[in-house]
């Protein structure tokens, strides 16, 4: 079962505009939230993280919202640039314990239109 | 760019033939992990490897086999391929707790 939900499929934004995706998890036992950037034949790559301790994480126009009570969170995307076109992943996993074995949602391909 | 190196980049084969994946890193990372990437499933864990000779499954391990036998390697091996292992695989890296995962930059994989 997918045990981290991701949303929307696909996002189409402005130059300029928001952009925002949400993920949603079930296992409390998730302490750790990192965000994932993928360009076309590329390996995914590490965006900006979260831990719950926190309920925000600013990273240049980058920011992760994170609500532990409602098991959710979402990257938002300000001035949204044609450069950030591409297919972004949310993932959760058990810091300490497994390995820390990554649970990725199922991805969402942003297109920025200039 | 982390020290991660997919090898083949590329491989079409046929069903029911070995393949072997290799994933090379230069970090001296303690994990390694393969993942497979499929449109709808995002990516999902097939194995991972705590150490030299230490591995685990994740949750796609059917079908799959792993080893470590130096720091630097990580080999993955369909046994006899099948249509529904057609997919592009993933191998990562991590050094420690509390540190990210590293991405290589995949393998496509085609079994006809």
């Known amino acids: 079962q997918q045990q981290v939900k991701q949303s929307p499929q696909s996002l189409i934004v402005q130059k300029g505009g928001i952009s925002i995706i949400n993920c949603a998890y079930e296992?409390?036992?998730?302490?750790?939230f990192p965000w994932y950037q993928q360009f076309p034949g590329k390996g995914p790559a590490l965006l900006i993280a979260?831990?719950?301790?926190?309920s925000e994480k600013k990273e240049g126009r980058f920011t992760i919202s994170f609500n532990k009570s409602a098991k959710q969170f979402s990257l938002h995307i300000m001035d949204s640039q044609p450069g950030d076109s591409a297919t972004y992943f949310c993932?959760?996993?058990?810091?300490?314990?497994?390995?820390?074995?990554?649970?990725f949602g199922e991805g969402t391909q942003l297109t920025v239109n200039p | 760019d982390a020290g991660i190196t997919q090898s083949p980049r590329h491989k079409v084969t046929e069903t029911g033939t070995p393949v072997t994946l290799r994933c090379h890193q230069t970090?001296?990372?303690?994990?390694m992990y393969w993942y497979r990437q499929d449109p709808g499933h995002g990516l999902r864990l097939i194995h991972y490897?705590?150490?030299?000779?230490?591995?685990d499954k994740g949750e796609v391990s059917d079908g799959y086999s792993v080893s470590r036998s130096k720091t630097e390697d990580f080999l993955l091996t369909l046994e006899s391929a099948t249509s529904s292992q057609t997919s592009v695989y993933f191998c990562?890296?991590?050094?420690?707790?509390?540190?990210?995962?590293?991405f290589g930059d995949g393998t496509r994989l085609s079994i006809l």
């Open positions: 296992n409390t036992a998730f302490d750790y």
């Open positions: 979260i831990r719950p301790d926190v």
């Open positions: 993932a959760a996993s058990p810091e300490e314990t497994s390995g820390s074995r990554l649970t």
């Open positions: 970090e001296n990372h303690r994990y």
């Open positions: 490897s705590y150490g030299v000779k230490d591995t």
């Open positions: 990562a890296i991590r050094d420690s707790r509390g540190q990210p995962q590293h």
